[in-house]
């Protein structure tokens, strides 16, 4: 264990902020300046679209951010010191959800968000840092990333005619 350097909780809070949130409209390292990040992307469709899978057999974009948000709160929970989060995870309960409707939808977006910033918020407070949860803090920031990503594309796929 050891204490977080300023320079790497920095690094960790800006890749967060930008993948979870917004880029910075000047400097960016996962997204292009000012792109939105997953949580002002998701406030952007309709239920109807997050609903929508992008093909047979596909999950819809709701499935998606349902998950992030399964891991998001795993994390939070991890970081205020509760013992065996991971472990006892339910992964496939996260990726059951498949459809909302217009109040579910802005009730995960709102919820998203404030864990997200509560995620940012708690790596900033003082902590001994493990190896193990510096970098699964930092592999959450490439998580959403990953599945920004994945919503973008699939958001090109069901909004086709």
Not at 1 to 16: G, K, R, Y
């Amino acid at each position: 264990m050891s204490p977080n350097s300023p320079l790497e909780i920095l690094a960790l809070t800006t890749l967060l902020r930008e993948s979870l949130l917004r880029a910075d409209h000047e400097a960016a390292y996962l997204l292009n300046p000012n792109d939105p990040g997953l949580v002002e992307t998701l406030k952007a469709l309709s239920a109807e679209t997050a609903s929508k899978p992008p093909g047979p057999g596909r999950k819809p974009i709701v499935s998606h951010a349902n998950h992030v948000l399964c891991g998001l709160e795993l994390a939070n929970r991890a970081l205020e010191g509760e013992q065996g989060v991971y472990e006892s995870a339910d992964w496939n309960r996260a990726w059951t959800l498949e459809s909302v409707s217009d109040s579910e939808w802005r009730a995960l977006a709102g919820r998203l968000e404030s864990q997200s910033m509560r995620l940012i918020s708690q790596v900033g407070e003082p902590r001994a840092w493990s190896e193990i949860m510096l970098t699964g803090a930092f592999a959450v920031a490439a998580h959403a990333a990953y599945h920004l990503g994945s919503i973008r594309q699939m958001t090109l796929d069901v909004a086709a005619p």
